[in-house]
């Protein structure tokens, strides 16, 4: 007979969601703050505000030139209106570009020099700013042991990061990791050579302002044949008020190398809405692979719709060489507005992207996302698995393009997308496009709406479930296959998550 | 044990009287059967039992071990120790049979003020019951039910009950679709928990199944109501000469 054992490893996630949630019951539980003193650039933005962003990034003359040129740009074009969300005006003069705490006025030289209330922050979120703790000698091998692997983390708050660890031994390994601050300066020719290669300035409304305004991010560097030896992530705090985060991630897997990279997000419960706007390239050489995992969990308003973040977002990853590959997994729970289409340009032959995606909209949220799949090179591969799942009034869009170019011979792409509704005034929608400019290519497009069984959940229910933990263990299971691409601690984090942002969806 | 009075119930959406006036009392340590000709309203019973929304209890009463029970919530009843094995049981795509009943277990733990089982005892529990019912390990990694046949997922659920150890044992036609072996291993799993302490209703059509569960009582329930009972004796007499005869003689 098979092991049980083994099951239990297997099955062990979707309990830690049970339990978790029993033990949370609050709704969202990252809404303090940090009382901090802060600094602010003045409200507002003009290109003296882009100069100063530069300015206390000690940025070279180069770099201020690409802000402005960005910024010329961005006061000429428009906010898109084509996706299937309301929101109010953003008034793009009354918020802050800027917001650092003071205590990070001068650059700590290492953790430990660090404000202690911003390691308390992180502490709090569960977010190790500590190495030692899992480095120290046999305890750390006994952890590894027991799948608690290393992450490195890039912590960023508001608009600075305020420490990167590990950064030795990834340095030992050939790895850079640090902020794109940090690398703007310590890798200027790198920098130079990707940033925008990938989202040019030119790109769409919310990439050109954050190209004139972003003001830290991660920057990752992986060299040929390198397995970049733990989990890399970046956790991206908002705690100023009427303040705008636009973070800048750029991610290079040269030739043959491979990354896993995490990110994690969360704001302070408020009840007016504040700005994000972020960009991630990713390069990704030729047989080089990388893993971008997302759960983001910005605040998403209040039960009637008040405050939360506007996630404008710009992902791409370009798989420039022979079997390139990337894989991106999304858990969207947080925001009240989300725009967002992580996207793969398959240029080289036989190059592969993956889009694996769970977006949950409750109460006013609404979700408007999905993938573009672009290729460009023969035998290349594409695969998509979305699962939306709306609650309360919450409307919740896929929109997904999928491109097959002249030149892109015989590739395949299979999309899947599954809507989820629970309850009867929330939506769902599913807006694919598809085009195919050669013959030899094959797309498939499969989707389904349905909505959460009673009989499912009467069952549950008899043996024992109450109703919300019920919702959480089928809707756990209408998500299991995108659950199962994400790496195993941020596994456990959004089936949390999942019954989490469900809470009061019932009853 | 269980003391059901009166009970007349109607369908909330079309206000169709379905249950007629019940009155059943199960004992502790006894095993009910209730027999009765399709659509009599057995199924309903259990549901209105179990707590299931859709019917209006518009008269008479259910008690449970002296708690009324028609006030409580379907978990708060299961947690009470009512247990019902489907005749249609869900399914549950993407949640895996093992993780959904730890997640029963220890949720009716809970409700009891208790403390959870132990990954350990609860895996040696799974193994040993789900082996003296010939569920493979294969069968508890799958999802709950989902692509099970008709016998596995009545097996299924009374794995489910085996596992539970509920005081008031509810089964709605757990014996058809099965097999002569399986049936044998469902009577083994029924007939392993009775004792003193529990009661059992065990609907179903047929004789079969009560030569190796032996009932205590058997009622006919016709039209919403239960208009016979007695022994085992009035088991083979449906048996052999189906409802008509009892019906006539009642009405
Ligand atoms: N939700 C419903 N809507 C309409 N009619 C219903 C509903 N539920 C039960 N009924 C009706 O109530 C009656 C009793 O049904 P029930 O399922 O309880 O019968 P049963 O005795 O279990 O039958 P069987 O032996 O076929 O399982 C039937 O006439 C059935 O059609
Ligand atoms: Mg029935």
Redesign the interface.
Known sequence: MASFESVDVKEGVDQETIDAVREVGGAYKYGWETDIEMEYAPKGLDAAIVKLISEKNNEPEWMTDWRLKAFNRWEKIKEPKWSMVNYPEINFQDQYYYARPKSMAEKPKSLDEVDPKLLATYDKLGIPLKEQMLLAGVEANEEVEKGERKVAVDAVFDSVSVGTTFQKELKNAGVIFCSISEAIREHPELVKKYLGSVVPITDNYYATLNSAVFSDGSFVYIPPGVRCPMELSTYFRINAENTGQFERTLIIADKGSYVSYLEGCTAPKRDTAQLHAAVVEIIVEEDAEVKYSTVQNWFPGDEDGNGGIYNFVTKRADCRGYRSKVMWTQVETGSAVTWKYPSCILRGEESQGEFYSIAITNNHQQADTGTKMVHLGKNSKSRIVSKGISAGFAQNTYRGLVSMHPRAKSSRNYTQCDSLLIGDKCGAHTVPYIEVKNNSSRVEHEATTSKVDDDQLFYCRQRGMDEEEAVALVVNGFCKDVLQALPMEFAMEAQQLVAISLEGSVG | MLNIKDLRVNLEDENKEILKGVDLTVDAGKVHAIMGPNGSGKSTLSYVL????GYEVTHGSIVLNDSDILEM???ER??AGL??A?QY????????N???L???????R??RGEKEIS?TDF?KQ??ERA?SLQI???M??R?VNVGFSGGEKKRNEIL?MAM?EPKMCILDETDSGLDVDAMKLVAKGVNSLRDNGRGFLVITHYQRLLDHIKPDVVHIMADGKIVKSGGPELALEVENNGYSDILSEVA
């Open positions: 179990s707590g299931k929304e919530e379907p978990e299961a947690a247990f019902l489907f049981p869900v399914e549950i795509p993407g949640v895996g093992m993780t959904f730890r997640t029963a277990v220890n949720a009716q809970k409700a990954a895996l799974v193994r082996s493979d390990a294969e508890l990694k999802p489910q539970l």
